[in-house]
């Protein structure tokens, strides 16, 4: 840790001797640099993106070095740099003005957001980088060292040659997909909205399209929802790439290997980053191409201010880099169709043929014939219809996968008789439980539905109960006692089962994948998903039931998947059609109809009657916005600021400037503030 010389002998550098710095403080007021003065000793190592100490208000405060300039326009007495923590420059220019972008977009501040994109220094690691020849970190497994210059002879041989033609076609089952892999391989940008079709390898389709970005000489970032799928994708990518040609970044790396990891990308030794919602800001050099993986599963949204969501940093980074982007999933969120409806990015999908030969056999309750044959089967938990799907494939030897909604989805209700939402007659927010003696309330803008009554059916009795993932694999193991019954979920994840006859249950999200796929898929509680208090609630029971349909086998093959639930839901009709782009579109239009994001902008603000009431007095909201709440959130109350979406920047500075004028005032009730939460209650 270099430190400055004593007080009297300093002398600033003769060139460029103001350092911009931006001060690590989690306050709104001081989000803009503060110029110091860059000592002579320092000169040369004192350079743009290194980590340094400065005095601010009396305290030793760490700093980021943004820029040096000739002159400032402070007219007072500038403060030296008290030290250069390290001469590394960690913070990439271009991801600098990715963080900037992103603080804005989310009414956060730049130092909030550089805790995310950069992580915490680790000086052995740093000095076992600058040992190594070229400046690389030394190889680790899933990490990287010196490789070969992209798109070389060296280059190709460390893949093994040239990739050998998938069996099940690759991109080439898609028709614009050999189109995509000659632009990323003559360095154009295109973007497009993946639905990948069921079964489909996307990890190997992920790594091929890394892989003629990097022999084109450019950069990817690759980012995935959980460590299951890195895994996934880091094993592809080995393959694809060939060694020392990725890293695999994900929080649940320890500090020195992460750091480890990052130097080789800010130094230049690896081009291709892969990684959790972290990886969004890997400093790669050049970037060609971006892409993520199920953008509407929300463990792409940090937990931490200011709430940045990975595929938003992508896009914004596509955006300022102007790269290649790439949103794949087998379904499509309201995000992904907004891009394909505004011309920003193009569908890449495979035609009905293509499709049809590819996908299980699916089918849903309510149709007239199932219900002449089995007239309790809308009503029943496993009509008879699921119980022949699993029976025939236990009988053919292959697995059934059995999936139930986690536990949780109490706070939601739905209609006791036909199950459909339970929505404000106002805002079209969710309805809570009604209390003892009481009526139904919105958990959005807390208005009482006295006297509801289900739109579809006209029953005023309401419903909220879900048996859980354990429950489910006592009772099918009673009812199948030959077959084992293995379960996936919180306890114990599993990564794939062993091919033959097996009962596996699992909650979404934790369906382990089985060789050859399932001989049947049932989707049980359907109704639990549709109904949770969350304006995402149907988009995400599509992407879920989805995720674990794909895992069946072809209906050639006697793969066929049972969903219980009512035929003639919009979401059920998306799964049977396997239409995801379809229901994405008519999913787009109802928010645009109701005011929902994305079509609009909404913000949470969360905190204490007093503090929301202040903050909003200060606050210069837009013209349109409306004001939703307040609702209880847990001990504080919950408000909703909704405006146009052409406003939503102008939203998101006038948040930003509210929330500095408190915090320069030392207001006491501190407010939360969520730009396009994903879950608003």
Known sequence: MARTAEPARRQPADVLPVARVCVDLP????????????????ADTAVPGTRVKVRFAGQLVDGWLLDRVASSAHPGRLAYLDRLVSPEPVLDPAVRALARAVADRYAGTLADVLRLAV????????????????????????????????????????????????????????????????????????????????????????A??????????????????????????????????????????????????????????????????IGTRAAAFAPVADPGLVAVWDDGDDLHAEQRAPY?????????????????????GYARSAEAQLLVETGW?????????????????VEAIGADPQLARD???????????????????????????VQVPRRGYLPSVSCQDCRTPARCPHCQGPLGLPAAGGHTACRWCARVAAGYACPACGSRRLRAAVVGARRTAEELGRAFPDVPVRTSGRDEILGAVDPGAALVVATPGAEPAAPG???????????????????????????RWMAAAALARPARDGGQVVVVADAQVPPVQALVRWDPGGYAARELADRRELGFPPAARMVSLTGTPAGLAEFLAQARLPGSAELLGPVPAGAAERMLVR?????GPALAAALHAAAGVRSAHKAPHPVRVQVDALELL
């Open 643 to 647: 405006v146009r979406r052409a406003e």
């Open 119 to 206: 992580p915490p220094r680790h000086a052995r690691v740093e000095k076992e980088a600058a040992a190594t020849p070229g400046g690389a970190a030394p190889a680790t497994p899933g990490g990287a060292g010196a490789a070969p210059e992209p798109g070389s002879a060296p280059a190709a041989a460390a893949r093994g040659g040239p990739r050998p033609t998938d069996p099940d076609g690759g991109w080439s089952a898609y028709p614009a997909g050999p189109a995509l892999l000659r632009a990323l391989a003559d360095g154009r940008a295109p973007r497009a909205v993946w639905s990948a079709l069921p079964g489909e390898s996307w990890p190997d389709r992920l």
């Open 27 to 42: 306050l709104a007021h001081l989000d803009r640099p503060f110029d110091y003065l860059v000592p002579a000793a320092w």
């Open 208 to 273: 091929e399209a890394a892989a003629a970005t990097a022999d084109a000489g450019r950069g990817v970032v690759l980012v995935v929802p959980d460590a299951r799928d890195l895994d996934l994708l880091d094993a592809a990518c080995a393959a694809a790439l060939g060694p020392g040609r990725h890293v695999a970044l994900t929080a649940a790396l320890g500090p020195a290997e992460r750091y480890r990891r990052f130097l080789a990308l800010r130094r230049g030794a690896v081009r291709v980053a």
């Open 308 to 328: 940045p969501h990975a595929r938003e940093v992508l896009l914004t980074r596509a955006q300022l880099a102007d790269c290649a982007a790439l949103v794949g």
């Open 375 to 401: 007239p309790a089967a809308a009503t029943a938990r496993l009509p008879s219809l699921a119980w022949d799907a699993a029976r025939a494939a236990l009988r053919a030897d292959a697995p059934v996968l």
């Open 517 to 543: 796929g399932y001989g049947a898929v049932l989707l049980l509680d359907t109704w639990a998903m549709l109904t949770r208090a969350d304006l995402r609630a149907a988009e995400e029971a599509v992407r």
């Open 345 to 361: 990015a193009r569908e890449l999908v495979a035609d009905r043929a293509t499709l049809r030969r590819r996908a299980p056999r």
